[in-house]
């Protein structure tokens, strides 16, 4: 019998992937042009900031909720915080990583091992490992004064 395997359905359509693109691409373009802004009148850094944390907040949800690429996500919106990195397109470039390893389950599987190194998983009835931490001491009950006299 010739059992066929199926064939690989990506996650990211083509039409989302070519929309995530063009956002990214966009927002990397204002980031660019505040830059200059910032350089001129200085507001700049406060619209760069601004489109930082919103672009990067909704990218991350995508990829979380369509389940790729969301530490690489993660890992873009990092270095798009850094001053002088975020007039790079470098979230354009990570959404075209992400589109890529969702077209490339293998290498995306190679990325999720390196993330599992880095963050390794508990084994089922596993033990965490201890913490250097010192457990709290238990709440001791207050005690009770004797009832005294009063003459």
């Not at 395997?5 to 505040?34: H, M, N, R, W």
């Not at 690489?72 to 919106?77: N, P, Q």
């Not at 270095?79 to 389950?105: F, G, S, Y």
Request: glycine share 4%.
């Amino acid at each position: 019998m010739n059992e066929e395997q199926p064939e690989y359905e990506p996650k990211i359509s083509g039409v989302e992937a070519i929309i995530a693109i063009l956002v990214c691409a966009t927002f990397d373009v204002l980031d660019f042009f505040a830059t200059f802004l910032d350089a001129f009148f200085g507001a700049g850094e406060f619209i760069k900031e601004f489109t930082n944390l919103a672009i990067s907040s909704i990218l991350f949800l995508y990829a979380m909720m369509k389940g790729t690429g969301d530490l690489v996500t993660l890992a873009g919106a990092a270095l798009e915080a850094v001053p002088l990195l975020n007039t790079l397109p470098i979230r354009t470039v990570t959404m075209i990583i992400v589109i890529w390893l969702d077209r490339h389950p293998k290498e995306a599987e190679a990325a999720e091992t390196v993330t599992r190194i880095v963050k390794p998983k508990l084994k089922p009835g596993a033990q965490q490992a201890p913490t250097t931490q010192k457990a709290l001491p238990k709440p001791v009950a207050p005690k009770t004064l004797p009832a005294t006299r009063t003459p």
